[in-house]
T-cell receptor, first 113, second 112 residues
């Protein structure tokens, strides 16, 4: 049972480049989330999807887009990367939208030069 | 806006000691509160979840308590072991929104 799988684990981009972070869960969870973790700022919610077919902004959505491709997959896209987006990105899932025990992926360390 | 604070930011204890990690939150209208563990370079693992109607939850050597009126939660770790060394984070889920607010974490080191 893999849980929440994120790819890639590491990525280096140049300013202005685009990329998509992939996330998949095999627990049949309804809700999925993207967080970023920065020193001194803690974990902050970027976007979430309460259920298949819906997405909503979190605390820091600017510069990002998301797609809930199906119940299993939730991707995060950076259209034009900026140095301020250097961070560790975590995908998470839960059975429903009220955060009944979150399950996290292992993270993607992204550096934007 | 909910603010969650964890003090101290770092803690070092000898193996076998019982210890308490603290979490405080400013808005008592929470739906639930979760405690997580994060190992270096890894994602977060949920340890305990306390619903707003509950006072505490226990799992093995871990016990988490919740006092909404004072805006505090504690995580008690009994008979600490070197394998308990990690960063522990708490997160409050507010009734009014759909977002967890995380504390900054307490980095725990248990020395053999």
């Amino acid at each position: 049972n893999a849980g929440v799988t994120q790819t890639p684990k590491f990525q280096v981009l140049k300013t202005g480049q685009s990329m998509t972070l992939q996330c998949a869960q095999d627990m049949n969870h309804n809700s999925m989330y993207w967080y970023r973790q920065d020193p001194g700022m803690g974990l902050r919610l970027i976007y979430y999807s309460a259920s298949e077919g819906t997405t909503d902004k979190g605390e820091v959505p600017n510069g990002y887009n998301v797609s809930r491709l199906n119940k299993r997959e939730f991707s995060l896209r950076l259209e034009s990367a900026a140095p301020s987006q250097t961070s560790v990105y975590f995908c998470a899932s839960s059975e429903d939208r009220v955060y009944e025990k979150l399950f996290f992926g292992s993270g993607t360390q992204l550096s934007v030069l | 806006k909910q603010e969650v604070t964890q003090i101290p930011a770092a803690l070092s204890v000898p193996e076998g000691e019982n210890l308490v990690l603290n979490c405080s939150f400013t808005d008592s209208a929470i739906y639930n509160l979760q405690w997580f563990r994060q190992d270096p370079g890894k994602g977060l693992t949920s340890l305990l979840l306390i619903q707003s109607s509950q006072r505490e939850q226990t799992s093995g050597r871990l016990n988490a308590s919740l006092d909404k009126s004072s805006g505090r939660s504690t995580l008690y770790i009994a008979a600490s072991q070197p394998g308990d060394s990690a960063t522990y984070l708490c997160a409050a889920n507010n009734n009014a929104g759909n977002m967890l607010t995380f504390g900054g974490g307490t980095r725990l080191m248990v020395k053999p």
